[in-house]
DNA sequence: ACCTGAACACCGTTCAAGT
DNA sequence: ACCTGAACACCGTTCAAGT
């Protein structure tokens, strides 16, 4: 890489981690492109995609929380373990959408973001299976319903700050539908 | 009302209502003037903001909603009322974004929507109220819990097609999480 | 190789000019 | 009273022209 070109992809994702923080993943490129004093092309030719940028800005963070679920397979307490990465992921909010972003690379099998998902998802998974094989959590919840409903979590937290002030307590009532049930439907009733 | 106002009034909504269901709330207004074959200054006029268009076209199905949670307030068991409303709830799902603009009628108190789904509000709380009274629901859970967690649900089946297969199944276990716990955390471990 | 910035086709919003 | 559509300030994306 040439020199230049060094300096203005660095310029780049510095004024993206910036403006993204303040305006969310629908951050206008134009701001981003002004603040890192680059012209539109050289964005382009650098991150030819916004999702592109977003991954890279993801990245670390995604290799971080994969690492951290490998780490916690061998914990004593299988779902304290899933409890505490899934707290460990809601805690990092680097900005409005990326709750959105991260459910679209579902989908998209071929962008950027899904793959730097994927290992994250496939170690998580197995604090998943950990758990049911250990009979904390219900056999039929897969890892597809987790990501959902983690994701689902973090994006009503991006809502409003009363509600990110509630993400622990959702959090635990999320968690408490995973976990396996004692009571059945009857045993609900009138108690 | 001037008969011409009248007229356009209701091709804007038309328009709107196809347009929206197709490009989700963040259509193209220019695309529903041009559809309504009407000037943009006209749409502007019947609808001063893009909520307010929202808004009527969610109007109706609102009162519909509350109506239906006053006639639930009756039922046996409040449990299976609740979780009938819910579901009632998240099987009308008219455009994409509707999760979103729902949650966003929160914080903005002057905004028609939130005017619109307040007495809504009001009548699941009561729906919440009746299943905590009778011990099947946690006590500390409250209506803007409820409310962040179905929609939640809702935006997380807008984002997949196979997300939104598993809405009752996430549902239910949202309905789980939310039901009196009879097991503590020491209970869950090595079952 | 890489960078620039104008050009293009959009958008939301406003408002002078019309009837 | 109501409608029109051009005008304005933005945006994402592309690409000819430069070094």
Chains 1, 2 share one sequence.
Not at 60 to 71: P, Q
Not at 97 to 107: D, K, P, R, V
Request: aromatic share 6%.
């Amino acid at each position: 890489m040439r020199s230049d070109a060094e300096r203005n992809y660095a310029r780049i994702l510095s004024a993206a981690k910036t403006i993204v923080a303040k305006q969310g993943a629908q951050a206008s490129l134009r701001d981003v492109a002004r603040r890192a004093e680059v012209g539109m092309g050289t964005l382009y030719r650098h991150f030819p995609t916004r999702e592109a940028l977003l991954e890279t800005l993801l990245r670390d963070r995604f290799e971080a929380l994969a690492a951290k679920a490998a780490a916690l397979e061998s914990a004593r307490d299988p779902f304290a373990a899933l409890a505490e990465w899934l707290r460990e992921f809601l805690s990092w909010t680097p900005f409005r959408g990326l709750a959105s972003a991260l459910m679209a690379t579902l989908s998209d099998q071929e962008s950027a973001l899904h793959a730097s998902c994927h290992a994250m998802r496939q170690a998580v998974g197995r604090l998943l299976a950990r758990a049911q094989e250990s009979g904390q959590v219900r056999p039929e919840v897969d890892s597809l319903d987790l990501f959902a409903l983690v994701n689902a979590v973090g994006w009503v937290s991006e809502q409003a700050p009363d509600l990110a002030a509630r993400q622990e307590r959702l959090l635990g009532f999320v968690l408490d539908g995973l976990a396996s049930q004692q009571d059945d439907a009857d045993s609900r009733e009138c108690r």
